[in-house]
């Protein structure tokens, strides 16, 4: 029999509606507010919390840099927070673990794409143009509260790239040196409900159904991330992201049909079919990259096709 480890991690995940948000609020012990979010979702976030609100931050900004965290955490600070609520995209989410990080407060976060950010220990910050990721259990959030609703509006192309980050997640782990019988079931299933739920939602984004299928898919997807260790993938797209300033799912949406080829995946076809059928990026060339920038990187080779956006050998 082959050896392995799974650890289960204690996030308490909540599918519901934002109405259960005071409830979940309580349930942490919270009483003094942080509350984290763009206006569009975060005014309805601060209705349900109530008295428990004590401050609000409204521009999360992504790849977290620390002198926005430094801001967020003045905040912290002047008013006696006891506790973080984040309502966003994965920029919101790793704003409320950067503050983690700094004073163990606890995190409720309520996502609205599929970055998966909610579910793991990773947190990677930038200063001075350079990006850093760290793993450490310190930024895990407590609870993660899901509402289909309030991903109705998410733009189908920003759907798109934030559902093939979720779905790299998933791949990633089928590769991973420490993938366990755990880590696979889970990957399976979001790798399921990811390719169903994208064409469907890019068809009509109001498909309620489609909308919580890739919900679950980003869950799921997220949990692998956190059970395995980083490979390649994230390797190469944390690489170019932090050296040529790419945005984050974008990259991932380009990248992963190419690194699936080359680790042998027989799917990556699929995938290449998939992401070509989506309105997101297709080739790094896109991104702004050029031959020149991809010269001498690591996986060269790999790096050309996905410039150019080719069919992976
Ligand atoms: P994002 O949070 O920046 O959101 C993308 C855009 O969509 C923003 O303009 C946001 O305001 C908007 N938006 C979000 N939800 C919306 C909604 N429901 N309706 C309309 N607009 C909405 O981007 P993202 O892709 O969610 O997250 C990327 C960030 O998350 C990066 O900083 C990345 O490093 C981080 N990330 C971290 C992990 C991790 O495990 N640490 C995993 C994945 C992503």
């Known amino acids: 029999m082959t050896s392995f480890s799974y650890a289960a991690n204690p996030v308490r995940v909540v599918f519901g509606s934002l109405d259960c948000l005071s409830t979940e609020a309580d349930r942490l012990g919270l009483g003094r507010v942080l509350l984290i979010g763009r206006p569009r979702h975060a005014d309805r976030a601060a209705k349900a919390l109530g008295a428990r609100l004590a401050a609000r931050f409204g521009e999360p900004a992504m790849h977290t840099p620390v002198d926005v965290t430094e801001r967020a955490l003045k905040l912290v600070a002047e008013h006696d927070v006891d506790g973080v609520v984040a309502i966003g995209g994965g920029s919101a989410t790793g704003l409320a673990k950067a503050i983690a990080l700094h004073t163990d407060l606890p995190q409720l976060i309520v996502p609205t794409t599929y970055a998966g950010s909610e579910l793991t220990s990773v947190l990677g ?75 469907r939602i890019a068809a009509n984004p109001s498909d309620v159904d489609a909308r919580a299928d890739a919900l679950r898919g980003a869950w799921l997807a997220g949990s692998c991330l956190d059970a395995v260790q980083m490979g390649l993938h994230h390797r190469l797209c944390h690489h170019l992201g932090g050296k040529f300033g790419l945005p984050h799912a974008e990259t991932h949406a380009v990248l992963l049909p190419h690194v699936m080829a080359h680790q042998g995946l027989d799917d990556a076809d699929d995938v290449f079919e998939l ?5 997101v990026p297709h080739s790094l060339a896109e991104l702004g990259l050029t031959e020149a920038d991809i010269e001498g990187e690591p996986e060269e080779e790999l790096l050309r096709q996905a410039l150019h956006g080719t069919r992976p050998a």
Do not use: C, F, W
């Open 125 to 199: 910050q930038t200063a001075d143009g350079r990006k850093t990721t760290q793993k450490t259990p310190k930024v895990r959030p407590e609870t993660v509260l899901y509402d289909v609703g309030l991903t109705l509006d998410l733009p189908v192309s920003v759907s798109a790239a934030s559902g093939l980050n979720a779905l790299a997640h998933a791949v990633e782990a089928r590769y991973a040196p420490d993938a366990n019988p755990m880590t696979d079931l889970l990957a399976a299933e979001a790798i399921k409900l990811l390719t169903s739920a994208l064409p």
């Open 275 to 279: 992401a070509a059928s989506l309105p």
